[in-house]
């Protein structure tokens, strides 16, 4: 899902310096008649899009960074005695209008951009990360803060109070302002080495990308590949096959030339490694930098550091949740690892499975075993059926909650379809917006984010949109979805419901702003319906003829989803596993040889015993965690699956799709947002902690 703006509002800051005074001065003329400088009127104060224009939104930001600074100004410059009031809310007020500003705008850069737009987000994002720092370096700030959190407990804060004070501290710590003056510029030192040496592993990856890339001069030698592939390929008198960001590429898949699979497998595995674009000093340093910094803000190790506000707490917890998984795993990918191997004696060959191989005769054993047609499938899955008789029909059953299509509410693009939700009792209770077709102004993938976010405090009710990129149809045609982008419907709508159900006072701590290793659950949770037989029966009826989806293929469904289980979760393992270990050594290591490094990684965990099951990243393009914000952090989609699955297994537990078991995930989990530690909260949902067993069912490794 996109990251809540809010969210980007809190972990940055302010800076009146960083606009001059002309700007400002143009500004403030751009201000009068800008749609973004008012509420809007619409139902929810909604967005209204058919008033914003492009041009009003570098004035608007402009002005909402300078009217957030003032309100910060404000709070250090009282003279009085810090109070949760003239401090902790007045943090949180000052940021509304940026919050009102930035929403349509990232809705439209995600979902409809243009060239402006682009331009426009461009011109900010210095300005704004800018103006967020100076925040959090405030030590005016950060004092008045220190003293309402040192004596927290005689406050008489209200739970939520409480926890909007811990955040905002806790925020403020993580980034350094507890340091000394000495310390704070190590820090700031570091932190620019580590943001200069995550630029330089971004362009030598880019480079060595393109380095890898393969020209093929003989178009015998593409032979698997169909005439649509080939001719994607095709550049001037060659062919050329560029290297996609994962360990195995896409095309090995079907090409049946071994020579030259194992060459581009090869360019895959060594792209950053012992060319010129090769990234092992880098990694080294930023792995060696980052312990350096973990130290100085007192932790042992980065890890540590990284995952204090997460679910986990530890990276002893994420180890231990690795360990349980990677013998069962690593059998299973053993198991498909000798099927393969049988497919390749069966297919007339004699050679030794290696990893360049696996996806051509996994393919062959998914086709003889657990072949899902698509275009059989297709035509049980039309897409207000799925929407209207399928996710909402689940939401309703189980939470209550009714839907009302509103054809009156101004959306950004005609492709928009708009509902009203209410509760039970006719409550209102928010707005959806779903954007499903792709279109050329929308990137890929699908998301969930806020146009309104809900709070008490601004007496908002949540206005949603997921996000989504189905084929659009030819006109007339109905849009049907394959199996994945129905699952992918329920995915974005279970983060639609965490953000529906919000019932926070404070923004900030509102439905989905919770940390990483959390946000995918309630989404994640939520595709588990998309099979639920009563569910089922309900929305996947055949467009034309009316008639329910034949259990045949509801079995193959059921049955592709555990193919191949084993490979995947051990090269998942294996990558979140050097993740990890980056980030677990202590900060006087002195790291010689990445490879090395690397391999005892894998080696020390058992995740290399399975010969031709290689990680799905190797650390030298590892961009997740070199190139950009996840180090630490990968295991989090492994963490919040382990929940997911484990919740739908108490909901088996207890008679699946009820109202009452609804209403008691969103009473005890889907309403809390923020507001509660996560791990205690899930306990005392489900009655204990989550279990690794229904993980490994769901991916038949049991
Ligand atoms: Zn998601």
Request: aromatic content about 12%; glycine content about 4%; overall charge negative.
């Given at each position: ?109 995600g979902a409809n951009t243009n060239d ?290 509103r054809t009156d509410i101004p959306t ?251 209403q008691r995930f969103r009473d005890m ?34």
């Amino acid at each position: 899902m996109k990251t809540n703006p809010l969210f980007l509002i809190l972990i940055t800051g302010l800076s009146v310096s960083a606009c001059n005074q002309s700007a400002e001065t143009n500004a403030s003329a751009d201000l009068q008649n800008n749609p973004l400088m008012e509420e809007s009127t619409l139902p929810y104060a909604t967005p209204d899009f058919s008033k914003i224009k492009n041009e009003h939104f570098k004035p608007a930001f402009i002005e909402a960074m300078r009217q957030q600074t003032e309100a910060i100004d404000q709070i250090t410059a009282n003279k009085e005695e810090p109070t949760f009031d003239n401090t902790v809310l007045a943090i949180e007020k000052s940021g509304v209008l940026l919050e009102r500003v930035s929403n349509p705008f990232y809705a439209l850069t995600g979902a409809n951009t243009n060239d402006e737009l682009e331009e426009i987000q461009e011109f900010l994002a210095p300005k704004l990360s800018a103006h967020y720092d100076a925040i959090y370096l405030n030590d005016a700030l950060f004092q008045r803060l220190k003293t309402l959190y040192t004596k927290r407990s005689e406050l008489d804060l209200d739970q939520e109070s409480l926890k909007l004070l811990e955040n905002y501290y806790e925020d403020f710590e993580i980034a350094g302002a507890n340091l000394s003056a000495d310390d704070k510029d190590k820090l700031k030192e570091i932190n620019a080495k580590e943001a200069t040496l995550s630029t330089k592993f971004n362009q030598t990856l880019l480079a060595a990308n393109n380095a890898g890339v393969i020209i093929i001069q003989d178009k015998a030698e593409l032979a698997g590949l169909s005439e649509s592939e080939i001719s994607a390929l095709k550049d001037s008198s060659d062919w050329k096959i560029t290297l996609q960001n994962t360990t195995q590429q896409p095309l090995l898949q079907s090409l049946e030339n071994r020579d030259l699979r194992e060459k581009l497998f090869k360019a895959s595995w060594n792209r950053a490694d012992g060319s010129k674009n090769d990234t092992k000093a880098i990694i080294s340093e930023l792995a060696e930098l980052r312990a350096q910094k973990a130290k100085l803000l007192g932790f042992s190790n980065y890890a540590e550091w990284s995952l204090q506000k997460t679910m986990a707490k530890t990276p002893a917890h994420v180890m231990d949740l690795f360990s349980k998984l990677i013998p069962a795993a690593t059998a299973k990918a053993q198991n498909e690892s000798d099927a393969i191997q049988a497919m390749v004696q069966q297919s007339g060959e004699d050679f030794k499975l290696e990893p360049w191989d696996w996806n051509l005769y996994a393919e062959k054993v998914r086709k003889a075993k657990f072949d899902l047609d698509e275009s059989q499938i297709k035509p049980y899955f039309e897409l207000e059926s799925v929407l209207e008789n399928g996710v909402f029909y689940a939401a309703e059953k189980l939470y209550g909650i009714t839907f009302k299509k509103r054809t009156d509410i101004p959306t950004y693009h005609d492709d928009v379809l708009v509902y009203e939700l209410f509760e039970e009792d006719g409550e209102p209770l928010g707005l959806f917006y779903g954007d499903f077709f792709s279109r050329e102004s929308k990137r890929g993938g699908a998301w969930m984010s806020n146009l309104v976010t809900q709070s008490k405090l601004f007496d908002k009710k949540p206005v949603i949109y997921n996000v989504c990129n189905y084929t659009k149809p030819s006109e007339g045609e109905p849009a049907l979805l394959t199996y994945d982008d129905v699952v992918t419907m329920f995915h974005e709508f279970g983060h639609a419901l965490h953000g529906f159900f919000a019932d926070q006072m404070y923004p900030s701590l509102s439905g989905t702003s919770v940390s990483r290793d959390f946000v995918e659950f309630p989404s994640q949770f939520n595709e588990n319906w998309a099979l639920y037989p009563d569910v089922l029966k309900n929305y996947a009826k055949h467009y034309k003829t009316g008639e329910q989806i034949p259990q045949t293929l509801i079995d193959k469904i059921k049955n592709a989803g555990t193919f191949n289980q084993g490979y995947a979760l051990t090269e998942y393992l294996a990558a979140a596993n050097l993740d990890m270990q980056w980030h677990m050594i202590p900060a006087d290591l002195k790291i010689s040889d990445a490879n090395q490094f690397e391999k005892d990684a894998l080696h020390k965990t058992k995740l290399d015993v399975v010969h031709a099951v290689v990680p799905r990243y190797r650390s030298t393009y590892f961009s997740h965690i070199f190139g950009s914000g996840y180090a630490a952090g990968y295991y989090s989609y492994l963490w919040t699956e382990m929940l997911d699955h484990d919740a739908y297994n108490w909901f088996e537990e207890h008679n699946g799709l009820t109202r009452e078991n609804g209403q008691r995930f969103r009473d005890m989990v889907l309403s809390r947002g923020n507001t509660l530690d996560l791990e205690e909260m899930y306990r005392a949902w489900r009655g204990s902690e989550p279990k690794i067993e229904p993980l490994l069912k769901a991916r038949g490794l049991n």
